[in-house]
């Protein structure tokens, strides 16, 4: 059932993948059967309502949750036993929902702990300064306390916090939660300025108009299931979508 | 506390002074009851009987009189508090504030008057112990309960009124005033310290003209003292805070420079001072020193990490026993009789092995639970100690005695009899605790605490191995401990198990709160204060007289700190950044660009950061 993905066979295998994961919570079946692949250079998004297992799915990437079954895969290698330090320094890294900064510590101590795993001095402050360029309000921003910041800056903050990281692929949670809607509108231009950049952008998404609106491929979670798994364009047209996301029937 | 005045900015103009009967009366009743209830409160809980003794100033007044003194004056001076709000005018202080400062400390002092008249004609000695003669006594000053009953009422009308007036006064004769109490109450507080010091330095003379025979300071000294206190504080105005910006605003190098030369100078006199003090000092300042250490140990893992330990003197005990088994010959089964500096290495390697073996389990939880396990380990240590079953080891209730004191290097030996060297061995140990904790707050591992501190989840997200870092900071925790518990061991010549009672958890829970979490400046302070002045477990501090109501001086002090001064005594720059911020935002806002003479205990640096964080919304 899968579309060919854009990157049409360039890169034989996927840059993350998830192939037939299970994961509980407990005895709760949060996940079912999820496969996912995720290609170097893609923007794609994970779409799913509340307890659809779009969070669960983020934990099992990153290594805060472990799978009962099937492997995460991590540039060919399974990681399922590896820690999320593991997987932190191979590239994958994580801009949590409601942004989630250290809000007690300065916007510099923010950024710093992006970069905790790395040891290179000067790869860290070409990075430092990629981030002032990308969002030059956070440089006068640097001693301030990350909390004091508004939401819009503190997102800037916390994506230049995972850019710190050196990232191959960023996982953003919810990049639209908690914002007014005009500063969704920058939030998702500002992602899609990071992966014209070369970035991989793997999202979860409730808000699947503003989501498709910018990815390549997606996917639609239900109870742990994925239950769509299709184009950009195609899963903007689909009628169940429309009805049960989009807030619109076809009449 | 000084009272804030508004600036004064053509939009905040004062208005006029209320009439002084135009009172809140409502507001005022309840103020004058609060301090009635905390009056007949501290009669019964006889600190005034019991600090009689200790006098303050000679021949007026005692620091029994003092704690009630205290209650209406600052009932009279809060009641004339205005709020400062946006753009409403403040009242000027005139006799509204007097006249209401003086009906609440009537009904303050009221309180007292009540009080007389129930112990003439009851006896409540069951359920009030405190219920005595002589606190009648006290209360009548000798004479009838009917003088008691009117003299208390003027007492606290005079004294609140006093408290009301203060607010008449502009903020330059108010700091005035303020730090000739301060003097004269300070002079009063280190009297052993200055007596004990003078005798070293053969300033007999001085002390004894400055401080009477049986105690108290001298009332024409205190006179004296309140004068030049007053006089410096009017010409010294603003000149430490000038101080203060100048070193502040320095750059780089320069900085470190004054800095170093500031700790330079510190260490100095800490190395001089202790050779021209008494054994009274220098026991002493050793007591605080030892706590220091504890309080610096227990920051890392409460201050830095967010892990909220209440079993902190396991580590304290483990390191006293360690230290005291392997260097005492009358330890029972094992005598190696090291030499304490080598048992001391061995002490930092059992207690290493401990904060893991305690750690591992505790570390995985979160919160109220963490915090309740940390208490019961606590226990279990001081209880595997008592048993009967490891007496073998450790003594069990008889513990271990005649344990000899720290050799070094088979130069000198420190021991218990020597205060002097206690304190230069304490010292020793501070200065190498005080640099850790400084370098590893500025550390890559220091910054992954506060990260966990701040938010675990996204910490983890980060890749920060969270498990680990707590871990390193319960041990380093430990090991700060273990020094302290060593050096007491030697210091004391015995350990037993109800030295390492919960009590001293919470005591340096108390110092490093009070201090300042996450402050190495605060801590030491916190220390200072509360071992120094108030006591500790079961040391006397200056104020010995204290000891039997410490717990419950302690105890006021916190609450009063959380309300007034979260952030804590001295607190880290960065933790009053936290706690201030947002206030010093809207007041920034508030205010635009005028400059804050008024000083909120905050520093430079944190106003500034306010105000770019008002610029921002």
Known sequence: ?251 | MTATVAPETAANAPMPARPALAQDWRRLVRMGAVGAVAQIFIALSNMPVRLDERLVVKPILSLGYLCLLIVPFAAGHRVGHQIEREGVPQHTAGAHEVAGGAACGAIAGGGLSLLAVLLANFDLREPLVNWSPMLAELLAFGHTTGFAVVVWLLIGTAVGAAGGGLRLLGPRSQRAAVTMVLTVAGAAVLEPLVVDLAEGMGLEALSDRLYHRRGGVNWTSALVLAAVSGILAVLGRGRMRQAREHIAALEGAKRTRTNLGLIAATAALLVILPLFAGKLTNELAANVGLFVLLALGLNIVVGLAGILDLGYVAFFAVGSYTAAVLTAATSPRIHPELPWLVALIIVVVVTGLVGLFIGAPVIRMRGDYLAIVTLGFGEIIRLIFLSDWLSGWFGGAQGITKIPGAGIFGLTSVAGTDPRRVFYLVLAFCAIAIYVSWRLERSRLGRAWMAVREDETVAEAMGINTVNVKLLAFVVGAVLGSFSGAIFSAKVGSVFPNSFLILVSIVILVVVIFGGMGSIVGVIAGSAVLIGVLGGPKQPGLLAEFSEFKLLIYGALLIWMMLARPEGLIPSVRRSRELHQQEMAQDAWLKGQVEDDNGSDNGNGNNNDGRQAAAAT
Not at chain 1, 226 to 242: E, I, K, M, Q, S
């Open chain 1, 1 to 251: 059932m899968t579309e060919t993905p854009i990157h049409d066979g360039r890169l034989a295998a996927p840059l993350l993948e998830m192939r037939s994961v299970n994961a509980h919570y407990g005895a709760v079946h949060a996940l079912r059967d999820v496969n996912l692949s995720i290609y170097e250079g893609e923007l794609v998004c994970l779409l799913g309502g509340n307890a659809s297992g779009k969070s669960t799915t983020l934990k099992t990437l990153l290594g805060m949750l472990k799978p009962t079954s099937g492997e995460v895969v991590l540039d060919g290698e399974v990681v399922n036993d590896k820690p999320t330090s593991y997987r932190v320094a191979r590239g994958v890294t994580m801009v949590p929902e409601n942004r989630r900064l250290f809000k007690r510590l300065s916007v510099r101590e923010n950024l710093d702990l992006g970069a905790y795993l790395r040891s290179d001095a000067d790869g860290i402050a070409a990075d430092l300064e990629r981030v002032f360029e990308l969002f030059p309000r956070v440089r006068e921003r640097l001693s301030q306390k990350a909390g004091t910041l508004s939401g819009g800056e503190q997102q800037m903050v916390a994506m230049g916090r995972a850019l710190m990281a050196k990232p191959r692929v960023l996982l953003m949670d919810e990049p639209s939660m908690g914002l007014a809607p005009a500063l969704v509108q920058q939030n998702f231009e500002l992602i899609q300025q990071i992966h014209e950049a070369g970035l991989t952008v793997f999202m979860v998404e409730q808000n699947a108009n503003m989501a498709l609106s910018i990815a390549n491929r997606g996917w639609v979670l239900q109870t742990g299931r994925v239950v769509l798994d299709d184009t950009a364009a195609n899963l903007l047209a689909h009628p169940d979508l429309r009805a049960s996301y989009l807030g619109q029937s076809d009449t």
